[in-house]
């Protein structure tokens, strides 16, 4: 077993990698995420699948290539970079028909809205409060203006025999704004959890190679705080209910997303 998470299982089978999706993901959509994947344009970038989604016992299952995960000793910031640039770089009609847009638009709001009672919940809602409506699901989002992951983070970069880094999990595949897919990395570096040095590393490559996330110099948080913000938030609230159901308190890692979450809020109030 390679991961096993948000009701979506991934196994590996000799030299492939079998990813079971999650039950609620819709054929259509995942269909055209994976056909995206598979085009010509994205061969460097991203793991091509082997054919369509099939269904097994109720269940949309993908097969890909096997890969080699990201060694946590020596993670690879700057071809990390290197690569979500050479994905956000491709032109409006780069794919035909273009993929959907990108699936995790509303994943923020879905885990605050699954959250109980508590302190730290109450903090995570009051931050949550502070983000644009259109993350909140009461406005409809902005157009989107390149291809993008839509989940990123180093679990997403595999290393394929005889291939260079490669991205995987495509389920939130398509359009949107590039800087969503820095986002998780710049809520970690804005929490105190990913060290400056990283991310300094992977911003710079990201930079260097041409990235539009964000301006090619001076403050990148002019695109990047509301993505980072909402990161943010989620993944303190996915902290919670991880620790809610392990039946423990919240981690030192934890405990860092929650006081962001203050953060976040104080800074929309005021001192």
């Given at each position: 077993?390679?991961?096993?998470?948000?009701?979506?299982?991934v196994v590996r089978v000799?030299?492939?990698?079998?990813?079971?999706?999650r039950a609620d993901k819709?054929?259509?959509?995942?269909?055209?995420?994976?056909?995206?994947?598979?085009?010509?344009?994205?061969?460097?970038?991203?793991?091509?699948?082997?054919?369509?989604?099939?269904?097994?016992?109720?269940?949309?299952?993908?097969?890909?290539?096997?890969?080699?995960?990201?060694?946590?000793?020596?993670?690879?910031?700057?071809?990390?970079?290197?690569?979500?640039?050479?994905?956000?770089?491709?032109?409006?009609?780069?794919?035909?028909?273009?993929?959907?847009?990108?699936?995790?638009?509303?994943?923020?709001?879905?885990?605050?809205?699954?959250?109980?009672?508590?302190?730290?919940?109450?903090?995570?809602?009051?931050?949550?409060?502070?983000?644009?409506?259109?993350?909140?699901?009461?406005?409809?989002?902005?157009?989107?203006?390149?291809?993008?992951?839509?989940?990123?983070?180093?679990?997403?970069?595999?290393?394929?025999?005889?291939?260079?880094?490669?991205?995987?999990?495509?389920?939130?595949?398509?359009?949107?704004?590039?800087?969503?897919?820095?986002?998780?990395?710049?809520?970690?570096?804005?929490?105190?959890?990913?060290?400056?040095?990283?991310?300094?590393?992977?911003?710079?490559?990201?930079?260097?190679?041409?990235?539009?996330?964000?301006?090619?110099?001076?403050?990148?948080?002019?695109?990047?705080?509301?993505?980072?913000?909402?990161?943010?938030?989620?993944?303190?609230?996915?902290?919670?209910?991880?620790?809610?159901?392990?039946?423990?308190?919240?981690?030192?890692?934890?405990?860092?997303?929650?006081?962001?979450?203050?953060?976040?809020?104080?800074?929309?109030?005021?001192?």
């Amino acid at each position: 077993m390679l991961a096993d998470r948000r009701g979506a299982l991934v196994v590996r089978v000799g030299d492939l990698a079998v990813k079971a999706h999650r039950a609620d993901k819709d054929p259509g959509e995942l269909g055209a995420r994976l056909r995206a994947a598979a085009h010509p344009a994205l061969r460097d970038v991203l793991v091509v699948p082997l054919g369509e989604p099939a269904r097994v016992a109720g269940r949309l299952v993908s097969v890909w290539p096997y890969g080699a995960a990201v060694s946590p000793d020596d993670p690879p910031w700057e071809e990390a970079g290197r690569i979500l640039a050479r994905l956000h770089a491709l032109p409006a009609d780069a794919l035909d028909p273009p993929p959907p847009y990108w699936g995790g638009v509303g994943k923020a709001a879905r885990t605050v809205g699954r959250l109980p009672g508590g302190p730290a919940a109450t903090e995570i809602r009051r931050a949550f409060a502070t983000l644009p409506g259109w993350l909140r699901g009461e406005a409809p989002p902005p157009p989107g203006t390149a291809i993008i992951h839509g989940d990123w983070h180093l679990g997403q970069l595999v290393r394929p025999p005889g291939q260079g880094w490669r991205l995987i999990d495509v389920d939130d595949l398509g359009w949107g704004d590039p800087a969503w897919d820095l986002a998780r990395a710049a809520a970690l570096f804005s929490a105190g959890v990913l060290p400056p040095d990283e991310w300094a590393r992977f911003l710079g490559a990201y930079r260097a190679a041409g990235g539009r996330a964000v301006p090619g110099s001076g403050d990148p948080w002019t695109t990047l705080d509301i993505p980072a913000r909402t990161l943010a938030i989620q993944i303190a609230a996915t902290s919670v209910l991880y620790a809610l159901d392990e039946g423990r308190p919240l981690d030192e890692f934890e405990t860092a997303l929650v006081d962001t979450c203050s953060r976040i809020t104080r800074s929309e109030v005021g001192p």
